[in-house]
């Protein structure tokens, strides 16, 4: 699913890194956080991920509505030292 937005936010909630698919659905996580600019830290993470689309004049989600919270996804992932890749399967609207 290409323009999607990747999240990974860790237990404290401070330091997400978000990245947005392409054409294939491949992402590349990146900081907003100066102190961490492209270098996910390894640890467990809660994993949201939501798409956009302008429907009828009104931007809407076609994802399912329990992976775009960290509060209701169920999706988590540790990440490792080192290179990682996560492939998702979510359910759409």
Do not use: C, W
Request: charged fraction near 25%; charge should be positive.
């Amino acid at each position: 699913m290409a323009d999607a937005t990747v999240m990974f936010t860790p237990p404290d909630g401070k330091n997400t890194y978000a990245g947005i698919t392409n054409a294939e659905g491949k992402y590349t996580l990146r900081s907003q956080s100066a102190e961490n600019v492209n270098k996910i830290q390894p640890g467990q993470y809660k994993v949201t991920i939501d798409k956009k689309v302008l429907k009828d004049g009104e931007v809407q989600s076609v994802v399912d509505p329990m992976y775009t919270h960290v509060a209701t996804t169920p999706l988590t992932m540790t990440v490792e030292k080192g290179k990682n890749q996560f492939d998702f399967a979510i359910t759409l609207k």
